[in-house]
């Protein structure tokens, strides 16, 4: 007696075994699309507190308050700047940073070198914690104790130098304690009797010796930068997976069909002689036809489905550009390199050079035409590029051109800017001739009255 062969049965074992993966990741990150709070995009693994957890996970829930995204961690409440899912950052800043009254920095963020473990015997043992989700770059920022203070501090306390904390000018408030920084690096033997840590953050500077109170809090309120890593991506992420998985079973079933209709036959109950020649060739007819298209019709379904999807994204992707074009007030977008080099054309259309890159004309997805800086390559790590694209962004001004966004991948570094469509102001401003402006035409385009 014939019997199905072995690998058929392995390959319907196998497509069987991964679909269960593949429908339990999906209802893991069903794919949401985008939601906006303010000008920041969130989407998966980030969610809203409103939205359905299916959008995204638990530990990546953010609340909306006032058109600003507030993400909650384990010490403290961030406000979020910015979240780069294509590098899995999040540009974050301490809510009582930003706030313009006697607000302290106590929130703590993650830590994880040993310099923010060596003092668990002062004070609180909460003001440090290790997080296995997300973490800061060490080597960009230090570390600065906030240290909460019974006795005022008039003077250095061996060798330690304590910076006042308050910015107020009335200090200290209702409780009576003092507030003071101190240089994440300070020895055991420099803190004070009185003193016990309440928070250690991180600042972009090698110590705060000799700065003033402000000159800290103007640090700490361009933020800080954190990665994210999930502890267990799912297997199958994606629509597409999911189609695969289902096409692999069904193309298993169709065979082991196949192969059950040529075993039977030849295994006819009750059959004294083989069927004749004409009832195999009409099985095995059968058999094709039914195979074959329902193969072409697998086929032809998941390239519609993917098209779709591909169509969804594009439209998601012109929806957040129209939204932020819309505002008056947004933060740059971030694209990638790959984006750029799509909306230049490959760096067709060179506009002009000059010391700092070359300018390309390019094209949004929404037809919108830009100016695209292809900035020379930069021997830095990006994050001095980074803050000062952050601060030019939120400049708006009717006679300034609009920066749209940036990109910063590695060496790559890129500037996107409103298209000019009569050219740039210096070919008035400096040009000898006829067309050259005035002092007091120079002078309202400036103040923004021209």
Not at 20 to 49: D, E, K, Q, V
Not at 105 to 128: C, D, E, H, N, V
Not at 165 to 173: K, Q, V
Not at 373 to 400: C, M, P, W, Y
Request: proline residues 4%.
């Amino acid at each position: 007696m014939a019997t199905p062969k072995l690998p058929l049965l392995c390959l319907l074992a196998l497509a069987l075994f991964s679909f269960p993966h593949a429908s339990t990741a999906r209802s893991i990150n069903t794919p949401c699309g985008f939601t906006l709070c303010g000008n920041l995009s969130i989407r998966y693994p980030f969610r809203l507190t409103t939205e359905p957890q299916s959008c995204g996970l638990k530990r990546f829930e953010l609340l909306c308050d006032n058109n600003r995204a507030i993400f909650p961690m384990d010490r403290g409440n961030f406000y979020v700047q910015h979240i780069f899912n294509d590098n899995q950052t999040i540009h974050i800043v301490d809510v009582n940073v930003d706030k313009d009254d006697c607000s302290i920095p106590l929130s703590s963020l993650p830590f994880g070198s040993p310099t923010s473990r060596k003092f668990p015997q002062i004070g609180a043992t909460s003001y440090t914690y290790l997080d296995t989700e997300f973490e800061f770059d060490t080597f960009t920022y230090e570390e600065m104790f906030v240290m909460n203070c019974s006795t005022k501090m008039n003077k250095s306390w061996s060798g330690a130098n304590y910076i006042n904390a308050c910015r107020c000018s009335s200090c200290p408030p209702t409780n009576k304690n003092y507030f003071y920084f101190l240089d994440g690096g300070t020895a055991a033997s420099a803190f004070h009797p009185s003193c016990t840590v309440e928070a250690l953050v991180p600042i972009s500077l090698q110590n705060i010796n000799g700065l003033s109170t402000f000159d800290i809090y103007r640090r700490l309120r361009m933020g800080t930068q954190i990665t994210w890593s999930l502890q267990s991506k799912p297997r199958w992420g994606s629509a597409v997976n999911v189609l695969q998985s289902l096409f692999w079973v069904l193309v298993g079933l169709l065979l082991l069909y196949a192969e059950s209709m040529m075993a039977l036959v030849h295994v006819l109950p009750s059959a004294t002689s083989p069927p004749s020649k004409e009832i195999q060739i009409f099985l095995v007819t059968i058999t094709g036809i039914i195979l074959v298209r329902t193969l072409l019709g697998i086929s032809c379904l998941t390239v519609l489905i993917i098209r779709k999807l591909r169509r969804r994204h594009l439209s998601v992707d012109d929806a957040i550009e129209n939204f932020l074009q819309s505002q008056k007030n947004f933060m740059p977008i971030r694209y990638s390199y790959a984006e750029i080099k799509k909306i230049t054309g490959g760096f067709k259309n060179k506009l002009g050079q000059g010391g700092f890159g070359t300018m390309f004309k390019g094209k949004l997805q929404s037809g919108k035409l830009v100016a695209v800086k292809l900035l020379k390559e930069s021997k830095g790590n990006g994050q001095d590029f980074i803050n000062e694209v952050a601060t030019i962004g939120r400049i708006h001004h009717v006679n300034v051109v609009q920066l749209i966004g940036f990109c910063v991948e590695r060496k790559k570094q890129a500037l996107v800017y409103d298209f000019m469509i009569n050219g740039s102001l210096d070919k008035f401003i400096f040009s000898s001739g006829s067309s050259s402006l005035s002092w007091e035409k120079m002078f309202e385009i400036v103040v923004g009255v021209g």
